[in-house]
């Protein structure tokens, strides 16, 4: 395949600047994967798919918004399917209203702010399949929030607590690259 036509494909990702062994090898597979399957944005548990992610981190940036999740039974971050959209920023913002009951969040910055694909366990509609997670950092800045019904529980959560929230790798990473993350604070 043409550089080109990778390209046109990863395009709904935006600029990911890998920092560690973990981001070159999630980056790598998240745009082979892109270039290879013509339905990467839809949602097709037989290929697996890109979704998208928002950590929304609390107005003073201390802490971040964790959703029990219903059916994953685990605290993580906001975000959902593309649904066919190649745009993962999008979704990941959509996402977090709808997931989130805040009514205005702000991008921090529109570069990647992390990658994470992982295996979905097998359910009762679909057999176990990956999702690429492409996930971008956002701010909440006005609203309250409030429960939809995809999630058991919302919570701010300190990011110097993550743990007691989450074991997970992918959640955990937040604390990881925050410092290290060029953010528009303004």
């Avoid at 009951?101 to 990956?130: M, W």
Wanted: glycine residues 4%; charged residues 25%; contains cysteine.
């Amino acid at each position: 395949m043409t550089t080109l036509r990778i390209i046109e494909r990863c395009a709904g990702i935006g600029e990911f600047a890998p920092q560690t062994a973990r981001d070159h090898q999630m980056w790598q597979r998240l745009t082979a994967f892109c270039a290879a399957e013509a339905k990467a944005f839809e949602r097709d548990p037989a290929t697996g798919h890109v979704t998208g992610s928002a950590f929304v981190l609390s107005p003073d940036l201390k802490s971040v918004l964790l959703t029990h999740h219903a059916k994953l039974d685990r605290w993580l971050q906001l975000g959902g399917h593309c649904d066919g959209i190649a745009d993962a920023c999008f979704t990941a913002w959509k996402e977090a209203y709808e997931e989130s009951g805040l009514i205005r969040i702000s991008l921090l910055s529109d570069k990647v702010f992390d990658i994470d694909i992982h295996e979905i366990p097998a359910n009762t509609r679909e057999d176990a399949h990956l999702h690429y997670d492409v996930r971008y950092l956002f701010r909440a800045e006005a609203g309250e929030i409030r429960a939809s019904a995809e999630s058991k529980a919302l919570a701010w959560v300190p990011l110097v607590e993550l743990s007691k929230y989450s074991s997970a790798d992918s959640v955990l990473v937040l604390q990881d690259k925050i410092d290290r993350f060029e953010c528009k604070t303004a």
